[in-house]
């Protein structure tokens, strides 16, 4: 699976134009959006999603300049997604109403068994603890290694291999921007961009197929608080709309961005 690994663009703060009345960075720069716009659209295109907590001053910009950064994702045939409650915004790919194929940016790939298996993790930690009044919530390494254990199944004899899968997958979703580091290195804050990435809709085929991928062994995720809620989305949904809509085809990252 690939991630937007970098939420932050790689460009220098000290690039704003001389003329406070000029939009222009460069001799011949004709674009017509302000140094601070350039830079919300930048990192929404590199990064999976941005958030209020993660990225206050790309979520600030966007949410006082919406309509024109919707409209520049839109001459990409791409539209702009935004969760206001749990502030949280995220491209995807712009379908044609009449059904013809548009032109994509967006690289299609699912994310892996273990990655999934920590973010259904993180997704019920995080409604738990807001379903406790945390404002925050927090999760140890290896609290999510311990979970994802649990999935394998009875026949499985590579265990070193296992674990290595696990932490790799811990360090994909880390990367991605849906952990949060703390002075701990191994402890973690869980990002709200956990929710749009994972709708509740798609917990229970999820945990079903996994549950019969393991040949009918541990008891995945038998005590999770949306398993009880229908489904009709693959295990390796990509992040779609907030709860309660279809997941979308495309996890939101630059095909380029996938050759790095």
Known sequence: MTTDLDP???LAPDLAPDDATSVSLWEGDEGGLEHAQRLALVTLLKSRFISART???????????ERVIRSRLN?????????????????RQAVSEAGARLPT??????????ETLVLVHLRDRLRAGHAGGDARVYIDRDDVLDHVATFRPAH????????????????SVAK??????????????????????L??????????QLREANGGGADAGGDDQATDEPSDVRADAQPGEPQGAP?????GMLIEEDAE
């Open 75 to 91: 001459d990409l045939f791409l539209e702009l997604a935004i969760d206001r409650t749990r502030e949280v915004a995220w491209k």
């Open 176 to 197: 991605a921007g849906l952990l949060i580091p703390t002075a701990s290195e191994d402890r973690f804050e869980i990002s709200e961009a956990v929710e749009p990435l």
């Open 105 to 114: 940016l967006l690289y299609d790939a699912a994310w892996s068994r273990e």
């Open 55 to 65: 990225h206050p001053r790309d979520w600030t910009v966007l949410v006082e300049h």
């Open 156 to 171: 499985a004899t590579d265990e070193a291999g296992d674990e290595k899968r696990a932490r790799n997958a811990f360090t």
């Open 199 to 208: 709708p509740l809709e798609l917990l229970q085929q999820l945990l079903e």
């Open 247 to 251: 997941a979308e085809d495309t996890d």
């Open 8 to 10: 932050t663009p790689d």
